[in-house]
T-cell receptor
Framework: DGGITQSPKYLFRKEGQNVTLSCEQNLNHDAMYWYRQDPGQGLRLIYYSQIVNDFQKGDIAEGYSVSREKKESFPLTVTSAQKNPTAFYLC?????????????FGSGTQLSVL | AQSVTQLGSHVSVSEGALVLLRCNYS??????LFWYVQYPNQGLQLLLK??????LVKGINGFEAEFKKSETSFHLTKPSAHMSDAAEYFCAVSVAQGGGSNYKLTFGKGTLLTVNP
């Protein structure tokens, strides 16, 4: 089955630690996205990539980093500079531009701080 | 800059009753509009979208939404609620930036729908 796989489902971060969230897609989509979801806040865009080896900051990129070395993979690193990392993180992809095309979402990773 | 307002963070209906989830947007140019649904601990799924053409859009699971430019609204409706409709619903708007071809997608804060037996 085609889709987006996020791992792990739950992740715990110690203070000062960097953690990496995995996102893999086998939909052959060019564009991939990372969103952060906080209760009652909707989704906020962290980073997006429209092509391999290229990515752009979204609305809340500070404290996060990404890479796009392969079309199917778009890992997100939550760095120690992100002081409030506890949230639900969603990865998504789209065939074309997500702004007028359907977004396909993974099942998310819940990140919590120990 | 565009914005999306979902009126009511929580809506409760009885099974079989009408579902109405409200979404208003602000934009100086014609937008693209979307409704997504999220079940607990899952990602979002597209319910329906409006780009151009017919203003009444039908989606999956019996949902539909009507684009009303004069009211800057895109409310989501379903004639008869089912227990399986209980989820969180997000309205999203996509607008061209600066009159160019770059669009920005903005999500509303979501409305949690509960369905009572």
């Amino acid at each position: 089955d085609g889709g987006i796989t996020q791992s792990p489902k739950y992740l715990f971060r110690k203070e000062g630690q960097n953690v990496t969230l995995s996102c893999e897609q086998n939909l052959n989509h060019d564009a991939m996205y990372w969103y952060r979801q906080d209760p009652g806040q909707g989704l906020r865009l962290i980073y997006y990539s429209q092509i391999v080896n290229d990515f752009q900051k979204g609305d809340i990129a500070e404290g996060y980093s990404v890479s796009r070395e392969k079309k199917e993979s778009f890992p997100l690193t939550v760095t120690s500079a992100q002081k409030n990392p506890t949230a639900f993180y969603l990865c998504a992809s789209s065939q074309g531009d997500a702004t007028n095309e359907k977004l396909f979402f993974g099942s998310g990773t819940q990140l919590s701080v120990l | 800059a565009q914005s999306v307002t979902q009126l009511g963070s929580h809506v409760s209906v009885s099974e079989g009753a009408l579902v109405l989830l409200r979404c208003n947007y602000s934009s100086s140019v014609p937008p693209y509009l979307f409704w997504y649904v999220q079940y607990p601990n899952q990602g979002l799924q597209l319910l329906l979208k409006y780009t151009t053409g017919a203003t009444l859009v039908k989606g999956i699971n019996g949902f539909e939404a009507e684009f009303k430019k004069s009211e800057t609204s895109f409310h989501l409706t379903k004639p008869s609620a089912h227990m399986s409709d209980a989820a969180e619903y997000f309205c999203a708007v996509s607008v061209a930036q600066g009159g160019g071809s770059n669009y920005k997608l903005t999500f509303g804060k979501g409305t949690l729908l509960t369905v009572n037996p």
